[in-house]
């Protein structure tokens, strides 16, 4: 359900200014928008970087320096949210958007890296969930190769891609779990 409202509030947000020609960083430029747009986006970092720590422990194991991935992608996010975003130039902005794209682009490493170790770990889950992040990456690519920009479309979609494949992988882990714990009552009941 979480996801779902991250999608929603996504959504809103980034409709508040024309999706083709804006992003979200645009509609934080609006005065009365500026600061739901900085919370929004703390609030964004911290789930994301809790939902992909949390799917990162349904494996196995993982590489050790995941966790500091995951600091360094949230506090770039946060630190991105509080620069405010001007039409001018300044350093501030700078920030703002270095550090909003760096991020973005640490959770894409983040989940290329877990799909990768699911693949490996869990190839059912695997091969029952990549397509929807190897699908939704190479639209968000397609679309910034049209527009040459980062719209709200693109951010949309984003969110979208993100929440439905960690979604698709919760459902899909449950499962395994779920037979797991039934192999383990039967082998225990039967030994």
């Not at 789930?47 to 422990?57: D, E, I, K, L």
């Not at 190769?145 to 459902?171: K, P, Q």
């Amino acid at each position: 359900m979480s996801y779902f409202f991250i999608f929603l509030f996504t959504f809103f947000i980034a409709t508040r200014k024309d999706i083709i020609y804006n992003n979200i960083t645009g509609v934080s430029t609006i005065p009365e928008y500026h600061f739901l747009v900085m919370i929004y986006t703390i609030i964004c970092a911290i789930f994301f970087a809790y939902q992909t720590y949390r799917h990162f422990h349904y494996l196995y194991h993982y590489p050790l320096y995941i966790p500091f991935l995951i600091v360094l992608a949230t506090l770039s996010m946060c630190i991105g949210s509080i620069c405010p975003y001007t039409n001018t130039p300044t350093w501030l902005s700078s920030i703002h958007v270095y550090a909003s794209m760096s991020a973005s682009i640490l959770f894409i490493l983040l989940l290329q890296i877990y799909t990768h170790e699911l693949s490996l770990q869990f190839p059912n889950v695997y091969l029952q969930t990549h397509w929807i992040f190897h699908v939704g990456l190479q639209v968000l690519v397609l679309l910034f190769l049209v527009s040459g920009a980062i719209t709200g479309m693109i951010e949309i979609l984003y969110i979208f891609f993100i929440c439905l494949y960690l979604y698709a992988i919760d459902r899909q882990m449950k499962k395994v779990s779920h037979m797991t714990y039934s192999v383990k009552q039967f082998w225990n009941k039967n030994h």
